[in-house]
């Protein structure tokens, strides 16, 4: 098979080896460090030959690390709720994903991780949102004369107000295909909410953690991408002299990946459940394998 997988989601506790799973991606690979640091955890496992990683720090906002800005003005105390810097992080991103799309010799993108890319990505614009709130303030002469209160700002996004957002992140993976770029996506774990049994005799249900554990992040991601594994490590005993099998046995330990969709040809739902390590090359091995049984 040719080394174009498509998207491809990795999900996992923290070391469990994702990033670098993702860093196997044929090569040359552009990563994007938007989780700032896992680049330099797991590279050191790895050839930095063919590799380019480049940082993209969230912005820091003093004022909410401290919680709140008592005013000289007067004796109020403001609980900070401007988003800022957030717009222009994304827009970043964003032009350096589309040039890294639209360089031929590029094989792989890695988004480390796409659960802060998308928390990126809606307060980016929950931001814009503050500021037209910020200027229809400035532009009513019945306001604009009077100071806004900080405390004024909204600071959620509703339900209804997330079709923007998704909007950019359908865009990000619907680009990297249409320029068949390997696409890999670094996610965390996380609890899955939905509606449960109170545990009241009257069978009522609640809203609470179902006891699974998905992806978190950008919710149409397992539906859009390509394939989801899950990374772990596996423990097993083994030989402490590799030549000789009657040697004491010592433990090793080693990352290995489940598939739980899989949408690539030759393999589809034959190869979900399946394990393998946790590399590419442990993917398209198993690929391989499954396209030769099933040609037997």
Known sequence: ?????????????????????????????????????????????????????????????????????????????????????????????????????????????????????????????????????????????????RQFDENDYRERLQPMEYGPANDRMRTILHTARSFSKNLVLVHYPTDEYGTIPSGKSDGSMIEGKTGAIILDGFKETKKLVDLVVWTSIKSSMIPSDPTNPQSPQVEHKEPICKITKCGLEGAGLAAVGLETPATYEGITNLVNLLKGAANA
């Open 1 to 145: 098979m040719d080394d174009y997988l498509g998207i491809t989601a990795i999900c996992g506790e923290e070391g469990t080896g994702k990033t670098t799973m993702a860093l196997t991606f044929p090569k040359p690979l552009c990563h994007f460090d938007v989780d700032v640091g896992g680049y330099r955890r797991a590279i050191w496992r790895l050839k930095e030959e063919g590799i380019v990683s480049k940082g993209y720090p969230k912005p820091i906002q003093l004022d909410k690390l401290k919680g709140s800005v008592t005013t000289t003005a007067s004796t109020r105390t403001l609980i900070p709720k401007k988003v800022e810097g957030m717009k222009e992080l994304w827009q970043t991103i964003v032009d350096d994903f589309v040039a890294a799309c639209q360089d031929i010799a590029v094989k792989s993108i890695v988004v480390d991780s796409a659960t802060l890319l998308w928390n990126i990505c809606h307060s980016s614009h929950l931001q814009m949102l503050q500021e037209r709130q910020l200027a229809r303030w400035l532009s009513d002469p019945q306001t604009k004369s």
